[in-house]
T-cell receptor, first 114, second 112 residues
Framework: DSGVTQTPKHLITATGQRVTLRCSPRSGDLSVYWYQQSLDQGLQFLIQYYNGEERAKGNILERFSAQQFPDLHSELNLSSLELGDSALYFC?????????????FGNGTRLTVT | DQQVKQNSPSLSVQEGRISILNCDYTNSMFDYFLWYKKYPAEGPTFLISISSIKDKNEDGRFTVFLNKSAKHLSLHIVPSQPGDSAVYFCAASEYNNNDMRFGAGTRLTVKP
């Protein structure tokens, strides 16, 4: 158990809809990362937060947004969903948020857009 | 752009033999490299790492080798065990940039 909790585990929704994925980081970790894994693809970095502030941005679409709250949990909002957004979305956390700090991953949220 | 590449989608080895998983990268600014292991229905878990100032790091049965001139790293597992069967991801980052880049993964199957 990594200590990172992601909810929900599965989500099925229709095109054009909006969903929110939630992540609770490991106790004591200040940094949260979001990754997207499409079928047979690697983990694509979306965005990172550290102690409530955005620290790094990757290949995140404008239809997607995220935030980290004062209690350090994070939410990833996906809107105007398209079929191609179907993927596994992972949240990860680390203590310091610096690149040499290993990430601890949750078990992911599987999003299916129909 | 794929800055971290794992060109072998799968690898099968016999129990007790050595498993060698390879990873290539294109960004010469990467200075920290990690391997993660992923079982089905779970998130990736950290396995071993190496910084660019080293060329080898060992942890039990797992050893990571880094060849900076070739922009290549490899993970050696010896002896391989059936429980090592998983998808292995190579990842890299540069100190001034927080987005850790992952390869597409290699599925390792260790046959009893």
């Amino acid at each position: 158990d990594s200590g990172v909790t992601q909810t929900p585990k599965h989500l099925i929704t229709a095109t054009g809809q909006r969903v929110t994925l939630r992540c609770s980081p490991r106790s004591g970790d200040l940094s949260v990362y979001w990754y997207q894994q499409s079928l047979d693809q690697g983990l694509q970095f979306l965005i990172q937060y550290y102690n409530g502030e955005e620290r790094a941005k990757g290949n995140i679409l404008e239809r997607f947004s995220a935030q980290q709250f004062p209690d350090l949990h994070s939410e990833l909002n996906l809107s105007s969903l398209e079929l191609g957004d179907s993927a596994l979305y992972f949240c990860a956390s680390s203590v310091s948020g610096v690149p040499d700090s290993p990430l601890h991953f949750g078990n992911g949220t599987r999003l299916t857009v129909t | 752009d794929q800055q971290v590449k794992q060109n072998s989608p799968s690898l099968s080895v016999q129990e007790g033999r050595i498993s060698i998983l390879n990873c290539d990268y294109t960004n010469s600014m990467f200075d920290y490299f990690l391997w993660y292991k992923k079982y089905p229905a779970e998130g990736p878990t950290f396995l071993i790492s190496i910084s660019s100032i080293k060329d080898k790091n060992e942890d039990g049965r797992f050893t990571v080798f880094l060849n900076k001139s070739a922009k290549h790293l490899s993970l050696h597992i010896v002896p391989s065990q059936p429980g090592d069967s998983a998808v292995y991801f190579c990842a890299a980052s540069e100190y001034n940039n927080n987005d850790m880049r992952f390869g597409a993964g290699t599925r390792l199957t260790v046959k009893p």
